[in-house]
Nanobody
Framework: QVQLVESGGGLVQSGGSLRLSCAASGRTFGSYAMGWFRQTPRKEREFVAG????????YYTDSVKGRFTISRDNAKNTVYLQMNSLSPEDTAVYYC??????????????WGQGTQVTVSS
């Protein structure tokens, strides 16, 4: 069992930056690939970024490439999402996800509770 707790969301102006953190419980964090998803009331949950268990491979949806960076610190059981050049279209609830087999891009074994990111124009 892995418990995920996101933090770092908030209100930011367009063009600004935020860094989301996801703290994971358990001693097996390093064996899970991790990902970030987001969802708005009008859209289904979508994949944003993913990172392999070692941190050596990263994946991004096209709309965030060059603006967002996913990283992880296995010693701290934490995965991060650095978000730069934010736009109102990035407004959503952001969810952290963990998956034992493969990077989570559509589904995951465990989910966090979500953190709200709001970008004002």
């Amino acid at each position: 069992q892995v418990q995920l707790v996101e933090s770092g969301g908030g209100l930011v102006q367009s063009g600004g930056s935020l860094r989301l953190s996801c703290a994971a419980s358990g001693r097996t964090f390093g064996s899970y690939a991790m990902g970030w998803f987001r969802q708005t009331p009008r859209k289904e949950r979508e994949f944003v970024a993913g990172v392999s268990w070692s941190g050596g491979r990263t994946y991004y949806t096209d709309s965030v490439k060059g603006r967002f960076t996913i990283s992880r610190d296995n010693a701290k059981n934490t995965v991060y999402l650095q978000m730069n050049s934010l736009s109102p279209e990035d407004t959503a609830v952001y969810y952290c996800a963990a998956k034992r087999s493969g990077v989570p891009t559509t589904n995951a074994d465990f989910w966090g509770q979500g953190t709200q990111v709001t970008v004002s124009s």
